[in-house]
């Protein structure tokens, strides 16, 4: 984005990035925000989306890799974390390739901060008809696991 880009055009760039990658949550969130911070509301679309997400150096699939990371190792962010978790779906990882992220976070920010983004993804695929994964352990064998 050029210095130039105005206010309301960072903000359009930004809820068309957000709509492209989780369509319609942009309008919730500023929905959300329109009594108490509508300002909050402007600048996580217009910055956090128009101006950082649609940066071209990242893929949205590995800018959602990144954030699931941080939101896990923040920790207390479990309804960011659902949302990233659906886009993250939306941008092309797979149930597998999300929960094997916040298995690798657990070495990174401790295993209560994984165990709950993980209790997290677990409602989203629940509520997207994505359980069971049937994952088996990845030193264990299925056909001599009965």
Not at 12 to 26: A, C, I, R, T, Y
Not at 71 to 95: D, F, I, K, M, S
Not at 103 to 111: E, P, Q, R, T, V
Request: aromatic share 4%; hydrophobic share 40%.
């Amino acid at each position: 984005m050029s210095e130039s880009t105005t206010r309301e055009e960072r903000f359009v760039q930004g809820l068309e990035m957000l709509n492209s990658v989780n369509e319609g949550v942009g309008q919730l969130v500023v929905d959300s925000l329109a009594d108490i911070s509508p300002e909050m509301g402007h600048q996580i679309i217009a910055w956090g989306f128009g101006e950082i997400y649609s940066r071209p150096q990242l893929a949205p699939r590995d800018r959602q890799l990144v954030t699931l990371g941080m939101l896990t190792a923040l920790g207390g962010c479990e309804l960011q974390l659902e949302v990233h978790v659906h886009t993250a779906l939306n941008v092309g990882l797979t149930p597998e390739q999300i929960v094997e992220a916040l298995l690798h976070s657990a070495g990174y920010c401790g295993f209560p901060r994984a165990l709950n983004a993980t209790a997290v993804a677990k409602k989203v695929f629940a509520e997207r008809g994505l359980l069971p994964l049937g994952q088996q352990p990845a030193n264990e064998d299925p056909a001599t696991s009965a």
